[in-house]
């Protein structure tokens, strides 16, 4: 294709062909997937696969990171080396991944109680042996999962997806090939208290106008609710007695 | 009028509606959010009158005072022993409460309780920040003898142990062995080679299916078979 | 951390010949299952399960220049990261000296036994060859890294297959027909001694009981091609002997799950 006619695709509305605009790709959760774990779970969208493995609440060292009035989380993301779509990716926590583990701290922090276990630390272990895109999001989903199931109190789950915007078109969980498009398009990934519907993760890579930014954002509150479901099926179907 | 969303046994994950209206109220493991009743974690429904509570299905152990535990000497210390108690909080086992015999000042504790000893010990205190105290000093609390250690999952311990410890009792008889279970979730158990596992099994049996109705008749069918088939 | 009680008791056990979770002293976990192709970002891949052992295995492809020593032939890395995922003993930070030592006997193995037919991977002399990495990543380790690892490795080579190249850039979209030039199959088979007894495949407890392991690893054609000796205690040349005759006899069962 020349510039040009790139540059004329581009300028034309976006219009998905293989899922609607609300709808997210396939989703698979399973929890229980690592036995040595507190607490675990797997959650795949599209080719994008978390593992999350939760330890704790357990003995914090070094002493002064620990907090006396309650139990501190301690997020860390990384991508398993052979999970990039292109080169190998160097091991071990980079810029990008910490930045990551910090947000999905955020995100699932509102709705964890640590008040219990003063000094001591949770331990949240996030890692992808395959990704495409909406990769933090899919962390998120597969750590709230892990928490819940390692028996930490928390008021809610945590649901989330990356919306976007492709041309003026606001989508649901972007794919790679559609966070590559050229074109003004917004990458926003997103996270959700499942029963009051708050926001715990938001960012946003791209250009958009506000008022489709806004339109996503209600479009990714309700995938979040079908993710809920999903998240919540799969922590009943390990607890639920196999006759 | 409110309204039970959830059935008794029911499984519930956190943030998920319990009942609606104020006539419900919010034991452990649940909150209030206006008018609803909500889970507070992972667990199972249990509904007593008007007070709904869930009972715990995971989670690390919590030492809280009076527990029986059974925990491992990490390390000698100049007023006592440090314990593991596989939770967050190791525990101290002071001095006067290690043992009722004299311990005379600078005596070589190991000769009590060395590195790697497990103790069934009684929690004394717990404070706001969760240091804990043992006893060794009461009936029912010693060093164990060699034997198998394994660890269970601290919520499912009152099921393992059953009704004055009928479920535990039961086991023991089956295979002749003595067992140990402490509220923390490690197992102790002293069986014969061919016994062993046969006890292993049916705590996991308690373990995975202890929300079930009839499972002290489903565990003496297991250990039935076991100890037949076992015993030849 | 070393557990006394628990040691003792894996000896007392073995004494009469038994095992923690009753399975016979030269007996692997069941099922033992290896799925190629598990991860579609990789040129190659392997999920190995043995018993609650989980690894997955990834190998990914690149066209670098070839090191001053071996101008005409492919370069090999392998790389293990014991990661806290798989158990609450593993921090996270630089790989430690278990990782590391983990990556070495894997990495020897593939390399001693000749498995890759590295002078096909030349694509110009001192100039550029393939270069082929492999990453072994634990899921949970429940006992036995070294073998469910070397496992892993030897069956997600077998899958890879080559990336796009056009000579001057890998397109990792394409994926070619093209499968890597290998030659007879390596197997690695670890034995440990405990007491004066002589097991495979530990579960966890008894790995922290061991007082030596050794690592056997053979080519199907009966060649030894790599040993590693692990563990504190000597071994005698009758140890020696009888791990090697069992690494080699275990080694057609773990052969058997390859296929």
């Given at each position: 294709?020349?510039?040009?006619?790139?540059r004329?695709?581009?300028?034309?509305v976006?219009?998905r062909?293989?899922?609607?605009?609300n709808?997210?790709?396939?989703i698979?959760?399973?929890?229980?997937?690592?036995?040595n774990?507190d607490?675990?779970?797997?959650?795949?969208?599209g080719k994008t696969?978390?593992?999350?493995?939760?330890?704790?609440?357990?003995?914090?060292?070094?002493?002064?990171l620990?907090?006396p009035?309650k139990?501190i989380l301690?997020v860390?993301?990384?991508m398993?080396p052979f999970?990039?779509?292109?080169?190998?990716?160097?091991?071990?926590?980079?810029r990008r991944?910490?930045?990551?583990?910090?947000v999905t701290e955020?995100?699932?922090?509102?709705v964890?109680?640590?008040?219990?276990?003063p000094?001591?630390?949770?331990d949240?272990v996030i890692?992808?042996?395959?990704?495409?895109?909406g990769?933090?999001?899919?962390g998120?989903?597969?750590?709230?999962?892990?928490l819940a199931?390692?028996?930490i109190k928390?008021?809610?789950?945590i649901?989330?997806?990356?919306v976007?915007?492709l041309?003026?078109?606001p989508?649901?969980?972007?794919s790679?090939?559609?966070?590559d498009?050229?074109?003004?398009?917004?990458?926003v990934?997103?996270?959700?208290?499942?029963?009051?519907g708050e926001v715990?993760?938001?960012?946003l890579?791209?250009?958009v106008?506000?008022?489709?930014l806004?339109?996503?954002?209600?479009?990714?509150?309700?995938?979040?609710?079908?993710?809920?479901?999903?998240?919540?099926n799969?922590?009943?179907k390990?607890?639920?007695?196999?006759? | 009028?409110?309204?039970?969303?959830?059935?008794?046994k029911?499984?519930?994950?956190?943030g998920?509606?319990?009942?609606?209206?104020m006539?419900?109220?919010?034991?452990?493991?649940?909150y209030?959010d206006?008018?609803?009743?909500?889970?507070?974690?992972?667990?199972?429904?249990?509904?007593?009158?008007?007070?709904?509570?869930?009972?715990?299905?995971?989670g690390?152990?919590?030492p809280?005072?009076?527990d029986?535990i059974?925990?491992?000497?990490?390390e000698?210390a100049m007023?006592?022993?440090?314990i593991?108690t596989?939770?967050a909080?190791?525990?101290?086992l002071?001095?006067?409460?290690?043992?009722?015999?004299y311990?005379?000042r600078?005596?070589n504790l190991?000769?009590?309780?060395?590195?790697g000893?497990?103790?069934?010990?009684?929690?004394?205190?717990v404070?706001?920040?969760?240091?804990v105290?043992l006893?060794?000093?009461?009936p029912g609390?010693?060093?164990?003898k060699?034997g198998?250690?394994i660890?269970?999952?601290?919520?499912?311990?009152?099921?393992?142990?059953?009704?004055?410890?009928?479920?535990?009792g039961m086991?023991?008889?089956a295979?002749?062995?003595?067992?140990m279970?402490?509220q923390?979730?490690?197992?102790?158990?002293?069986?014969?080679p061919?016994?062993?596992?046969?006890?292993v099994d049916?705590?996991?049996?308690?373990?995975?299916?202890?929300?079930?109705d009839?499972?002290?008749?489903?565990?003496?069918?297991?250990?039935?078979?076991?100890?037949?088939k076992?015993?030849? | 951390m070393?557990d006394?009680?628990?040691?003792?008791?894996v000896?007392?056990?073995?004494?009469?010949?038994r095992?923690l979770?009753?399975?016979?002293?030269?007996?692997?976990?069941?099922p033992?299952?290896?799925?190629?192709?598990f991860?579609?970002?990789?040129e190659?891949?392997?999920r190995?399960i043995i018993?609650?052992?989980?690894?997955l295995?990834?190998?990914?492809?690149?066209?670098?220049t070839?090191?001053?020593?071996?101008?005409n032939?492919?370069?090999?890395?392998v790389?293990?990261?014991?990661?806290?995922?798989?158990?609450?003993?593993?921090e996270?930070?630089?790989p430690?000296i278990?990782?590391?030592e983990?990556?070495?006997?894997?990495?020897?193995a593939?390399?001693?036994?000749?498995f890759?037919?590295?002078?096909k991977?030349?694509?110009e002399?001192?100039?550029?060859?393939?270069?082929?990495?492999?990453d072994?990543s634990?899921?949970n380790d429940?006992?036995?890294?070294?073998?469910?690892?070397?496992?892993?490795?030897?069956?997600?080579?077998?899958s890879?297959?080559?990336p796009?190249?056009?000579?001057?850039r890998?397109?990792?979209k394409k994926?070619?027909?093209?499968?890597?030039?290998?030659?007879?199959?390596?197997?690695?088979?670890?034995?440990?001694?405990?007491?004066?007894k002589?097991?495979?495949d530990?579960?966890?407890?008894?790995?922290k009981?061991?007082?030596?392991?050794?690592?056997?690893?053979?080519?199907?054609?009966?060649?030894?091609?790599?040993?590693?000796?692990?563990?504190t205690?000597p071994?005698?040349?009758?140890?020696i002997?009888?791990?090697?005759?069992?690494g080699?006899?275990k080694g057609?069962?773990?052969?058997?799950?390859?296929e």
């Open positions: 294709m020349t510039k040009l006619l790139k004329m695709v581009n300028k034309m976006y219009k062909k293989d899922r609607k605009e709808e997210t790709r396939p698979e959760a399973k929890v229980g997937v690592i036995k774990a607490g675990s779970a797997m959650f795949k969208i696969t978390a593992l999350a493995a939760v330890y704790g609440p357990r003995d914090l060292y070094p002493r002064f620990s907090d009035t139990g301690r860390s993301y990384v398993m999970a990039g779509a292109g080169d190998r990716v160097r091991p071990g926590p980079n991944s910490r930045e990551i583990a910090l955020q995100a699932l922090m509102p964890i109680d640590l008040s219990e276990f000094n001591s630390v949770v949240v890692e992808l042996p395959q990704t495409d895109a990769t933090r999001c899919a998120i989903c597969a750590a709230a999962m892990a199931d390692a028996g928390m008021k809610d789950l649901s989330s997806v990356a976007g915007c041309n003026g078109t989508v649901v969980d972007l790679k090939e559609e966070e498009l050229e074109g003004e398009n917004a990458d990934p997103m996270a959700v208290i499942s029963g009051s715990t993760l938001l960012q890579d791209g250009e106008e506000k008022e489709h806004l339109r996503a954002i209600e479009m990714g509150k309700e995938a979040c609710k079908k993710i809920y479901d999903i998240q919540k799969a922590l009943k390990k607890y639920g007695v196999e006759k | 009028m409110g309204k039970l969303i959830v059935k008794e029911e499984v519930v994950v956190p998920e509606d319990l009942a609606e209206g006539d419900y109220l919010p034991g452990d493991g649940c209030r206006k008018e609803k009743v909500r889970a507070g974690r992972l667990g199972l429904v249990k509904i007593g009158g008007r007070l709904i509570k869930l009972l715990p299905l995971s690390k152990y919590l809280k005072k009076n029986i059974i925990g491992k000497v990490i000698i007023m006592g022993w440090r593991d596989n939770s909080y190791s525990a101290m002071p001095l006067r409460d290690a043992t009722s015999e311990i005379a600078g005596a190991s000769q009590y309780y060395s590195i000893d497990y103790v069934v010990a009684k929690v004394t205190n404070t706001s920040q969760n240091l105290d006893t060794m000093k009461g609390l010693f060093k164990l060699p198998r250690i660890k269970v999952q601290p919520s499912k311990v009152p099921r393992i142990i059953g009704k004055s410890g009928s479920m535990v086991i023991k008889d295979t002749n062995s003595k067992i279970v402490g923390n979730g490690i197992a102790w158990i002293d069986a014969s061919e016994m062993e596992l046969v006890v049916a705590i996991r049996m308690i373990e995975k299916y202890s929300h079930i009839g499972l002290t008749d489903k565990v003496k069918e297991f250990l039935d078979k076991a100890v037949k076992d015993g030849k | 070393n006394r009680m628990i040691k003792e008791h000896e007392t056990l073995l004494k009469k010949d095992r979770d009753g399975r016979k002293l030269t007996e692997y976990r069941k033992i299952s290896v799925e190629s192709g991860i579609e970002t990789a190659g891949s392997a190995v018993g609650d052992t989980e690894v295995v990834g190998v990914k492809m690149g066209v670098e070839p090191y001053p020593d071996t101008p032939k492919g370069n090999l890395m790389n293990a990261e014991l990661t806290p995922l798989s158990s609450p003993e593993f996270s930070g630089p430690g278990q990782s590391i983990l990556a070495r006997v894997i990495d020897r593939i390399r001693e036994s000749k890759i037919d590295s002078e991977l030349c694509i002399e001192g100039e550029k060859v393939w270069s082929v990495m492999v072994i634990p899921v429940a006992g036995n890294l070294f073998d469910a690892g070397a496992l892993g490795a030897i069956a997600a080579l077998k890879a297959r080559f796009g190249y056009d000579g001057e890998v397109d990792y994926h070619t027909d093209k499968k890597l030039p290998l030659r007879k199959t390596p197997i690695s088979v670890t034995v440990h001694k405990i007491g004066d002589l097991i495979v530990p579960i966890s407890d008894e790995e009981s061991s007082d030596a392991r050794l690592t056997v690893v053979h080519r199907e054609d009966g060649k030894m091609c790599a040993l590693q000796k692990g563990g205690m071994l005698s040349s009758d140890d002997a009888k791990m090697i005759d069992l080699i006899e057609k069962e773990l052969a058997k799950a390859l």
